[in-house]
């Protein structure tokens, strides 16, 4: 059950994220409550990513996991420059965080797909 909710989580972050990176690309500016919607419901995400790993004997789980600690590592870089500095985040760093976050999907998508097929 954990892992359909860490899914649905993660992709409407993921949405969200792709908003704040097509504002940063476009105008140069983020819109503050994408932001902080984006960030929370990663949170969000990464804590149900942790609960359902405490249920699970297989350590494959953890490889979504590092990916997602390294994406939410640079958005936590992205989120303190854009919010305390008032200033967006360097261009490539922003490209390069969602990119730690699909492989945390896909990942997460290869395993659910694995436990699914050794049933």
Do not use: Q
């Amino acid at each position: 059950m954990f892992i359909y909710l860490t899914l649905i989580v993660f992709s409407l972050s993921a949405v969200l994220g792709f908003i704040v990176l097509s504002n940063l690309l476009k105008s140069g500016n983020t819109r503050k409550l994408f932001v902080f919607l984006h960030g929370i419901l990663a949170g969000i995400g990464i804590v149900t990513l942790v609960i359902w790993i405490s249920f699970e004997e297989d350590l494959k789980i953890l490889i979504p996991l590092g990916f997602f600690c390294v994406a939410a590592f640079l958005g936590s870089i992205l989120f303190i420059r854009d919010l305390m500095l008032e200033t967006p985040g360097p261009v490539w760093l922003a490209k390069v965080h969602p990119v730690f976050s699909i492989l945390g999907i896909l990942s997460l998508l290869y395993i659910l797909i694995l436990k699914l097929t050794t049933l």
